[in-house]
């Protein structure tokens, strides 16, 4: 179990170390190999076989540890369409275990003792030896088998890392690869990453369910969770990009059939507040897009900060709805969504999207009306509208509009 739980850490802590050069870089799990980056065109450049074990000891030549990995490999160059030259990808051991001195282990190594013609003639050695253990003899004969061209290009492509920290000892790493900083802070920062990132986990290894799967995680999307986390505690705002301005009647038209309009229109708002309102929606809209593409911000936080947002809109709604009566008059209804509309406006202006920061109130208020936009799609978490009845209207918007 700590094994697996290892290899999920070990790929946090290579996703964050190579954030810092290549922010592209991409990782995934368990499909060519325990652990994969990815080029910008989606080809893999490592595989990587995470191997943990609590107690000291050296790795041995003909241990499963290796021998495993080395049929892994080949089956995963394979699938590959069997690369050769400039194309193999790295093949990487990272193990707890130490490399003696003298073994094939310490000639991969990616330091000063690495020679890959002893390393290729030891390892041959090894694999051909006939009195060695039967529980890698089929590995050890499926390396014999590729030709000898193709063994030396494979034995090039191996790094063996070793003595690697094991999993109690992995946080101080994380934290420094993170970017971290000590602080009274700094061990909350780290976990708060860390439940993220065994999320993420979970969505890599999913094999079934096309909505909860994911191909891979970016550095940058570690780069940004990990701001959102660290600003948190240092009240870090996100930047605004976006210079408010009056919408043009053509942007404003643009927007007449959006069930935003809508809304506004079933409490009775006057032209000039509808466009008032929809300026908000149009340059929040933009600025979240903004911060998304430029990974100033996670889709999961944007969600987090949407819930925030209904709660407050619901606040306002039920506050206000417990007047209304069978048989109010329209006019009246229209009245109380005018106040749910005018006091949610109040409550959100002031809600960052990332907490202990600030921001522009009309980030909070348009993300509001983007909520309102989708309420005839959206589920009851993230529903919400202005009159008391736009709930049922929501159903059937264009034939009440019109009437």
């Known amino acids: 179990m700590t094994g697996y739980l290892y290899q999920c850490e070990l790929a946090l802590l290579e996703l964050a170390r190579r954030s810092w050069q290549d922010p592209t870089a991409e990782v995934r799990m368990e499909l060519l190999d325990d652990i994969e980056f990815l080029d910008a065109d989606r080809t893999p450049r490592e595989l990587l076989q995470a191997k943990h074990r609590e107690a000291a000891g050296s790795l041995s030549e003909t241990g499963k540890d290796f021998w495993r990995s080395v049929a892994s490999w080949i089956d995963a160059l ?13 093949l990487r051991l990272v193990s707890t275990q130490t490399a003696p001195q003298g073994t094939f282990f310490r000639y991969l190594s990616a330091g000063p003792d690495r020679d890959e013609a002893k390393a290729l003639e030891r390892m041959e050695q090894v694999a051909d030896d006939k009195n060695g253990p039967g529980t890698t003899a089929d590995d050890r004969v499926l390396f014999m088998k590729l030709s000898p061209a193709r063994r030396q290009q494979f034995v090039r492509a ?8 094991v999993m109690s000892d992995l946080d101080p790493s994380l934290a420094k690869e993170l970017g971290i900083t000590p602080s009274e802070h700094a061990q909350a920062a780290l976990e708060e990453i860390k439940g993220w990132w065994y999320g ?20 940058q999307e570690l780069m940004c969770r990990r701001d959102e986390v660290t600003g948190r505690y240092v009240g870090k705002s996100l930047p605004i990009t976006e210079t408010l301005r009056h919408l043009t009647q053509a942007e404003v038209a643009s927007y007449s059939n959006r069930l935003v309009v809508t809304q506004m229109r079933w409490i009775g708002l006057p032209d000039d507040e509808v466009a008032m309102h929809l300026r908000d929606y149009h340059y929040a809209r933009a600025q979240r897009s903004e911060w998304l593409r430029s990974f100033k911000i996670t889709p999961e936080r944007l969600e987090e900060y949407e819930g925030e947002l209904h709660y407050e809109w619901e606040t306002a709604f039920r506050r206000r709805t417990r007047r209304v009566r069978d048989g109010m008059s329209e006019e009246d209804r229209q009245n109380i969504g005018q106040e749910i509309l005018d006091d949610t406006m109040d409550r959100v202006a002031d809600t960052p999207p990332r907490p202990g920061s600030v921001t522009a109130p009309w980030i909070g208020k348009g993300s509001v009306h983007g909520l309102s936009d989708q309420a005839d799609t959206a589920g009851p978490d993230r529903q919400l509208g202005w009159h008391p009845d736009y709930s049922s209207r929501c159903k059937s918007p264009d034939e009440t509009q019109e009437q």
């Open 78 to 90: 394979k699938q590959l369409s069997d690369p050769s030259g400039t194309a193999m990808p790295l």
């Open 158 to 165: 191996i790094t063996v890392d070793d003595s690697a920290p």
């Open 200 to 219: 993420m986990a979970v969505k890599l290894l999913e094999r079934k369910n096309p909505q909860r799967m994911r191909a891979s995680v970016s550095a």
